[in-house]
């Protein structure tokens, strides 16, 4: 292939990849680093033209999930109405980076099956961190709290995680720097052919 036509390949691969939507699910224990690497991913999506939309879940359950608490019911509805929005958002082209800890494996089976359902890409990214790790990290202080009897029900504390047996990918970020660990994120997008 001369240089102007691999150019033309690598060009046209590049557009390809920017039309086509998907929801990529980070799912993982608080403090695991889930919305670090999907707003690390974004940012470097966006630079190169993709459309992009981050569905947190700190800014969901004040609007999209108010009023639901962390009973096991009220964690699959939220992670059902996420997993709603991202589908409609994906099966328009948008890449949908959903950091939220999603501990049932039911209820991303759930959101799996709707996607599938409407012919829309799903890619589950487990971020497994270890809670030791996760704790030490606390960015939020909610492991803190928990040991200090504040609050209870803390996601693989004392209320379950649901480890993903089979995801698309899992990034074991101890030991390794945000960068590392975005980078691996972005490769696997571009081995999908999503980046
Ligand atoms: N390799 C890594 N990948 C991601 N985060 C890392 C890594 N190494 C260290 N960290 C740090 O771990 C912390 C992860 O915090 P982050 O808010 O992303 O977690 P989270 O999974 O979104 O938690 P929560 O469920 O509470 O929102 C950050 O302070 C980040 O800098
Ligand atoms: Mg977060």
Not at 97 to 104: E, F, K, T
Not at 157 to 175: C, F, K, M, N, S
Request: charge should be negative; include cysteine; glycine fraction near 10%.
């Amino acid at each position: 292939m001369t240089t102007a036509h691999a150019q033309e390949a690598t060009g046209d691969t590049a557009a390809a990849a920017r039309a086509r939507g998907a929801t990529v699910w980070l799912t993982g224990l608080p403090s695991s680093g889930k919305t670090t690497l999907a707003l690390a991913l974004a940012g470097r999506l966006r630079a190169e033209g993709h459309e992009v939309e981050v569905l947190d879940g700190d800014e969901i359950r004040s609007y999209l999930s108010r009023g639901l608490g962390f009973t096991r019911e009220d964690r699959h509805t939220n992670v059902t109405r996420i997993g709603f929005v991202a589908e409609l958002l994906a099966s328009h082209g948008v890449k949908v980076l959903v950091p939220v800890i999603a501990p049932y494996a039911d209820s991303r089976a759930a959101v799996r099956a709707r996607h599938t359902a409407r012919g829309t890409e799903l890619l589950e990214v487990h971020v497994a961190t270890p809670v030791e790790l996760c704790s030490a990290r606390d960015v939020k202080g909610l492991y803190a709290r928990q040991a200090a009897g504040e609050i209870s029900g803390l996601t693989g504390v004392d209320d379950p995680y649901e480890a993903p047996e089979h995801p698309e990918l899992r990034i074991r970020t101890q030991g390794r720097s945000v960068a590392a660990s975005a980078a691996e994120l972005y490769t696997f997008l571009t081995e999908r052919g999503l980046a």
